[in-house]
């Protein structure tokens, strides 16, 4: 299936098909007991530390998706306006990727140009619950996706890079007021994500298994519940479900629309992990089918025990900036819209 990469290209037609106004219609009122989520970036720095020509074509405005910016990519009135009609669609969380894009007491020397203070974060969280909306933090150690980190991402299994990693962890939950659950990422560690990168480095076997119950822990210890990626699992069922704590709240993702498990490796760990007794909340996108949210709902209801299944969670895969609102005001109202029907088609 494609990488997350690869919606380059096909995001204006996404967006103009995925309108649906939910900004006008009434608000809604998520059903009891589901998180209604949405990703939000306030860091887009993961690719990589340069554009790759083996990725096609790029336009000029467009190498922002794939290269590293010494600033901070965000529009301050766009979030303000995702953020309500969020609110007003009845949904009840949002995913914060801070990244490098919060300027950190303990590390100052990763945030980007114009980062956010810590104590404007915390206005903005006040701000956020105030709202409805349940803030999480996410920080992606993912190596694929670990641009952010600046010079520790190239300090990986080292004494420096796990105290980092660990201060980092303790800041943001002390910023957060003890968050319910933390996102770790730690997705797409693979050699394939990590072909075309300047620098490849790739956990694997012991090792990825040290780094993964490090982090487990470092965020239990601040009792917050684990998040993260499922696709290690895509490669590595065996030992993911065996060895995986079902303390670690699963989001597996798939994009595109055949919802057939015989067919598709990321469709067949949502059963899997079903199989397996693990908490799920899906992860649908709009970055190439806009109807993969209403698809991954259904899909979902119909597979996962709703003991298991906490939610479902929106990730549009775009910078917070004013070029691609619509976009996101379309991620939004495919969420309102399967709020207000309660049974999507799939």
């Known amino acids: 299936m494609p990488t997350r990469r690869e919606f380059l290209g096909t995001v204006a037609a996404t967006a103009a098909a995925t309108r ?18 949405n990703l939000l970036h306030l860091s887009f720095n993961m690719w990589c530390d340069r554009p790759v020509a083996s990725w096609g074509p790029l336009k000029k405005e467009d190498v922002h998706f794939v290269t590293v910016a010494p600033h901070l990519r965000f529009d301050q009135t766009l979030w303000d306006d995702l953020t309500a009609r969020m609110a007003k669609a009845g949904m009840n969380l949002v995913v914060i990727d801070l990244g490098d894009a919060v300027r950190y007491d303990g590390h100052p020397e990763i945030a980007v140009r114009n980062a956010w203070t810590p104590a404007k974060l915390r ?4 701000r956020l619950r105030q709202l409805g909306l349940e803030p999480i933090p996410k920080l992606n150690f993912s190596t694929a996706h670990d641009q952010w980190l600046g010079h520790y991402s190239r300090m990986v299994a080292t004494p420096t890079y796990y105290k980092v990693c660990e201060e980092l962890i303790a800041e943001v939950c002390a910023l957060f ?13 693979t050699i394939g994500n990590q072909a075309q990168y300047a620098l490849a480095i790739v956990r694997q076997h012991e090792l990825w298994w040290h780094d993964f119950r490090f982090f487990i822990a470092a965020v239990e210890r601040h009792k917050a519940r684990p998040w993260v990626w499922s696709d290690y699992a895509w490669a590595h069922g065996d030992s993911y479900y065996r060895d995986v704590p079902r303390s670690v709240l699963q989001s597996n993702w798939y994009y595109g629309l055949t919802f057939d498990p015989a067919k598709e490796k990321a469709v067949r ?29 259904a ?7 709703p003991a298991r299944l906490k939610g479902f969670l929106q990730t549009p895969w775009m910078p917070t900036v004013e070029k691609f609102r619509a976009h996101h005001e379309a991620a939004i109202d495919l969420v309102a819209a399967a709020i207000r029907t309660g049974r999507p088609a799939p």
């Open 123 to 126: 206005d903005e969280l006040k």
């Open 299 to 305: 899909f979902a209801r119909r597979h996962i025990d």
């Open 20 to 37: 649906l106004g939910a900004a006008d219609a009434a608000p809604a009122t998520a059903p009891a007991g589901l998180l209604w989520g």
């Open 177 to 189: 007021d003890a968050p319910r659950f933390f996102h770790l990422g730690y997705d797409e560690e």
């Open 269 to 297: 760990a949502y059963v899997d992990l079903e199989r397996h007794g693990f908490d799920q909340l899906p992860t649908a996108s709009n970055w190439s089918a806009p109807e993969n949210f209403a698809a991954t709902v």
